[in-house]
């Protein structure tokens, strides 16, 4: 449901003089609050998979809430805060994105006020705004890295996921409806070649099934205990790291978001163990630099990040890097 604000608020986008109060003296459109409840009550009386969305701009409580606790009863909320907050710091050019280190991580204040999907949206690549390849800052090798590491990102943060048409090979002109998308992009001039955009299109289909395949990934997406973070201060390196888990899992997810490569890098982990990298965006079979941890690695009893533990590894450049994580085992004693 597209401007949701608009309807809620009696007042919106008008002037003094422009708009009647409720009968209570308020703002508030009483009419449209339950026409809103009565549509997504039947909407779920349905029983046939349907969600219902809301695109709500403010901070109208409950969006998500159930209509019997005076919330409007969707299913899911557009997280609108975090697409601003990411667009604006992710064309920010990478030497600079130091001083907007907080866009990355002010998320995760109000990450569980509602129940969120994530959305890199059709107002994000219209009205002169560009292609997310254009906002991408850099080479034309930065830009399908940052985009790789955007969706990768993405897929990694609580909340369910949304992206825009194209967006998925990296479609370069901005969107428009006169004319089709350009499918062109994914087919090579050389035979046996295979195009910047086709790579895209083959990770992102790849991120899909390692996010089905990992539990952790989404299985606790609305309980604070899917999620712990480790650095969130490092900004002069502009990397984050974070954990997402469930009873089946562990992960460690690191991000960076420049373009420099880290051969030793430290990071704090969860607990003592071992340590495997399971995806990298960097891979060369992605179209990156190939800048991997092929071997699995332990942590050492070096605090770090405020942990008593920590990890050393590669850093790749403009990367996500996901890790299992295994819990050491101690031997008991005879």
Known sequence: MDAVASMLYLDYGKNDGEWVPNIYGGKENLEAIAFIQKLNQKIHARRDGSLSIAEESTAWPKVTGSVANDGLGFDLKWNMGWMNDYLEYIRTDPLFRKGKHGMLTFSMVYQYS?????????????????????????????????????????????????IFMGQEFGQEREFSEERELDWGLLSPEVKDEITDNERLRQYVSILNSFYLAHPAMYADDT???????????????????????????????LCNFTPVAHETFKVGVPFAGKY????????????????????MKASKKEKWDGRPNSLECRLAPLAIQIFNCKKETRKRGK
Request: glycine share 8%.
């Open 276 to 295: 495997k990298e399971i995806f990298n965006s960097d891979s060369e079979e992605y179209g990156g630099t190939g800048f991997v941890n092929p071997r």
């Open 114 to 162: 509602e129940e969120f999907i994530l959305v890199l949206s059709h107002d994000e690549v219209v009205h002169m705004k560009g292609s997310m390849f254009q906002k991408m800052p850099g080479s034309r090798e930065d830009k399908f890295a940052s985009l790789r590491l955007s969706y990768g990102y993405m897929a990694a943060h609580p909340g369910k996921k949304l």
């Open 223 to 253: 309980r604070t205990s899917g999620f712990q973070w480790i650095s969130t201060l490092d900004a002069d390196n502009s990397v984050i790291a974070f954990v997402r888990k469930c009873k089946e899992e562990v992960l460690l997810v």
